[in-house]
């Protein structure tokens, strides 16, 4: 039986015509068809969907339209603290980080917590040494720090807003 | 916040999700992506699960492990189970979206916002890009 199916997201929010730029709209397209593509590949060849969820999320990850990896927001204090997980339906095997500022992808980052740790979840700067223990490829703050992103955190502080979801808000 | 979900030939589930969060948190908040049975779920008895949107919201439904539980409990077919549950968010005041897919290979996404980047594929049939909710 050679069936199989992939579904990605980019992120949910207030997206509707005409009120995205042209540019961003075909950006985000061509993103979501490029980690699709990546995901597919896998599939195609018979690998396992563990392989092809990672693939397909490092793909999202590195794309600068999408809220993770090198698209990914700030937090108040101005810096890229990213959340990731991932987990096996063969055994309900899981690996999750939270809080990560310098593994280029995050994802690959959790997958390794359920393959080379005995835990689930690791958090902060235990996450961030277990990443450059296990030779994770390592990224540098100017990396994740779009300037978009960065206007963004300077609109919501000059309106004096609190933390909201990009997605929501700008799509 | 991004996320993928897939069954393969051998008829095994994964998911995967991966966020920086929202803009301007502060205090280490963490949402639901990185919490598994919230943000992301898998298991070949059901499904797998990755969702996006107000993750204080998708947290305290534990939404990707309760659409699987509908799967398995009360035998929901994945639009019905990811629908039901989306509208539980909803009502709790929550926004966003899921993406499912069955451990028979059903796909399925369950938006409450007016859009979503989302696609999938299957090994049959052609791909699909979506980004506003009426596509």
Known sequence: MDDWTLLIHGGAGILERGKIAPEAEAAARDGLAQALEAGSAVLRGCGTALDAVEAAVRALEDHPAFNAGRGSVFTYEGRNEMDAAIMDGRDRSAGAVAGVVATRNPISLARAVMEHSPHVMLAGRGADGFSRDHGLEQADADWFALPERRAQLDAMKASGGSAFDVDMKYG | ?135
């Not at chain 2, 499912?100 to 989302?118: E, Q």
């Open chain 2, 1 to 135: 916040t991004v996320g993928a979900v897939a069954r393969d030939a051998h008829g095994h589930v994964a998911a995967a999700t991966s966020t920086g969060g929202i803009t301007g948190k502060r205090w280490g908040r963490v949402g639901d992506s990185p919490i598994v049975g919230a943000g992301t779920w898998a298991d070949d008895r059901a499904c797998a699960v990755s969702c996006t949107g107000s993750g204080e919201f998708f947290l305290r439904v534990g939404v990707a492990h309760e659409i699987a539980a509908h799967l398995r409990f009360a035998g929901e077919s994945v639009q019905t189970a990811a629908d039901a549950v989306m509208a539980e968010v909803k009502a709790m005041g929550g926004t966003g979206g899921v993406i499912v897919v069955g451990a028979d290979g059903t796909p399925a996404w369950s938006l409450t916002t007016p859009g979503m980047y989302r696609a999938r594929a299957r090994a049959t049939g052609v791909p699909v890009v979506a980004i506003f909710g009426d596509e």
